[in-house]
């Protein structure tokens, strides 16, 4: 019936060693497993299972209190014995014949470790064969306190009686594994490799199990090769053979990195010269793996190859971050340079119809607009690289970039001033921010010759841009204030604007001393083309440029002295 069916599954979880846990909760839960009458007994059952007595470790360096905790534990479990003993002695004395009697003698037998009448080998092989699970009962109920010498003689003497309820020999009883068990359990590090070895003939076993013993106490030091360790050469091979396949590198390095301390950085740094990244993410892994393994010159050819792989397919700005990551200055130097090559040319282009034009519209424009390949190429480099200074010409281009970008802002405020979304007053003002914010950089480009000397001639030429568009904006507020003249707020700002300068007077020293060396190199240049009676049109262009640049920013020192002494 179902109670019986119930009772066996109950003893299949106490030779389990589960008693406390699945079994206690079993009982508790169905009330019918045993007929009117005999409710006591299932009590006591419940009892001796919720009741059954587990040792309890201290701290590993308090030997004396595992001394005391064992004496106690021993204690417990006689007293706990006695109790098994007088329920044993009841169910016993019950009249009732209905095959469940059977049944909760051997549950009392179990928990007591065998009794007077019958073993605790004979209750457990009444259920099982599986030698395995005779000895974690024998270990968990008769003998909780066998010490690790006594393992072997109790797996034995359980091996012999499940031959013997089997009824099979040893060898068609024994599977590999189980004589491997075996000869673990005798505590012989060295027969237990070799036969794990011999029956299974499978690294990650031999690995793991020499690693359980080398834990456990058992291994010692055995040097096989090289001053190489054994645990560590059976995690080396192991680890090599999980490399093998293309899949599963990433575990042999964890296992390089956690058991092989003196060679499994040179195995990882095989590894990672012998796999080939197929994607970012593939490649990001394997830099983790050198990271971890301090593999520095891996690193650099990993990153230089991820490199000239993006170069390849033109993307420039994951190019520049995998030669940076690389420390490869040269490449990425030569692509700064190519880039500042597209600019010339592209600036080139955008000023040739008006070569001779102080405050070219058509050069700022261009930049405010960012049209241009050359500067969307700049704007990917500069955002996938986080130090820029890593090159000179790399530095020159991020600050150009932000030229661009607050002449795009203005652009955008202009817009927004022709739109009605802002007063010409408010444009004005933040203009007059934005331009003072791009003299700023275009002075420490000049001055602190970050800028190369092909682009003196193309700041200098904005710089009398942004002067001359100031200009304008300041004659138009100052008109905007006398029209407005009962309105004190415009006349206040545009006044504001009137004085102000974009430039200190000793900045604007500093740029006209480098419009001077520019006019110098213009010179030169121009010799070395009479010498070569090349056409000179072009020199006498730059000439009238460099001129009217000098006015402009001549008129911009007077502003900027008038203010220096009047404020």
């Known amino acids: 019936d179902n109670s019986h069916e119930t009772w066996l599954v109950i003893i299949e979880l106490i030779i389990q060693g589960r008693a406390k846990s699945e079994a206690l909760q079993l009982v508790e839960q169905n009330r019918q497993l045993i007929v009117s009458g005999r409710a006591q007994l299932k009590e006591d059952v419940t009892d001796l299972l919720r009741t059954m007595p587990s040792i309890r470790t201290p701290g590993d360096d308090a030997a004396l209190l595992a001394r005391v905790s064992e ?311 500069v955002d996938n690289v986080h130090d820029i200074t890593v090159s000179r010409d790399l530095a020159f281009l991020g600050k150009f970039r932000d030229l661009c970008l607050l002449l795009e802002e203005d652009a955008e405020l202009q817009v927004c001033r022709r739109n009605g979304e802002a007063t010409d007053v408010e444009a004005r003002v933040l203009s007059h921010q934005i331009y003072s914010e791009c003299m700023e950089i275009i002075v420490r480009l000049l001055v602190l010759k970050v800028a190369p000397r092909r682009f003196w001639l193309f700041l200098l030429r904005i710089a009398a841009g942004i002067f001359t568009v100031h200009e304008n904006n300041v004659h138009s507020a100052d008109a905007v204030a006398v029209a407005a003249d009962n309105d004190a707020l415009p006349r206040t700002q545009s006044r504001k604007l009137a004085l102000a300068p974009l430039l200190s007077a000793d900045d604007t020293y500093k740029v006209l001393a480098c419009l001077e060396e520019a006019s110098m190199m213009q010179v030169r240049g121009k010799r070395r083309a009479t010498v070569a009676d090349a056409d000179s049109d072009d020199s006498d262009d730059d000439a009238q440029v460099l001129q009217n640049i000098r006015l402009v920013i001549g008129g911009s020192l007077s502003r900027s002295i008038v203010h220096k002494w009047t404020r």
């Open 71 to 381: 004496d106690s534990f021993d204690l417990q479990l006689q007293q706990y014995r006695d109790k098994c003993q007088k329920v044993l002695d009841k169910i016993n004395q019950d009249d009732y014949d209905d095959g469940i009697k059977p049944l909760l003698v051997d549950v009392v037998t179990l928990l007591m470790g065998g009794s007077d009448e019958e073993s605790m080998l004979s209750v457990v092989t009444r259920y099982t064969d599986d030698w395995v699970a005779c000895l974690v009962a024998r270990l968990v109920y008769e003998h909780p306190l066998t010490r690790k010498a006594e393992l072997h003689t109790l797996a034995e003497e359980c091996l012999a009686a499940a031959l013997q309820a089997s009824g099979c020999t040893l060898e068609e009883y024994c599977k590999p594994m189980d004589r491997l068990v075996v000869i673990v359990l005798r505590m012989d590090a060295h027969e237990a490799l070799m036969g794990c070895h011999q029956m299974l003939d499978l690294n990650w076993m031999s690995a793991h199990l020499a690693d359980l013993m080398h834990h456990a106490g058992h291994l010692g030091t055995v040097v096989v090769a090289s001053n190489c360790d054994l645990r560590e050469q059976l995690f080396l091979d192991y680890a090599e053979t999980l490399a093998s396949d293309g899949s599963m590198w990433q575990l042999a390095a964890d296992y390089l990195h956690a058991a092989c301390p003196k060679f499994g950085r040179a195995l990882a740094s095989q590894i990672v010269r012998t796999t080939c990244p197929s994607t970012d993410a593939h490649a990001r892994k394997l830099l983790a793996v050198c990271a971890r393994f301090d593999l520095h010159r891996e690193t650099q050819e990993l990153c230089n190859l991820m490199g000239m792989r993006a170069l390849r397919a033109s993307s420039l700005g994951t190019a520049v971050h995998w030669f940076v990551r690389a420390d490869n200055v040269a490449r990425v130097s030569r692509i700064a340079n190519d880039l500042m090559d597209r600019l010339v040319a592209s600036l080139t282009t955008s000023s040739n119809n008006a070569a001779t034009t102080v405050g070219n519209d058509v050069l700022l424009g261009r930049l405010a607009s960012g049209d241009s390949d050359a500067l969307d190429d700049i704007e990917a480099v």
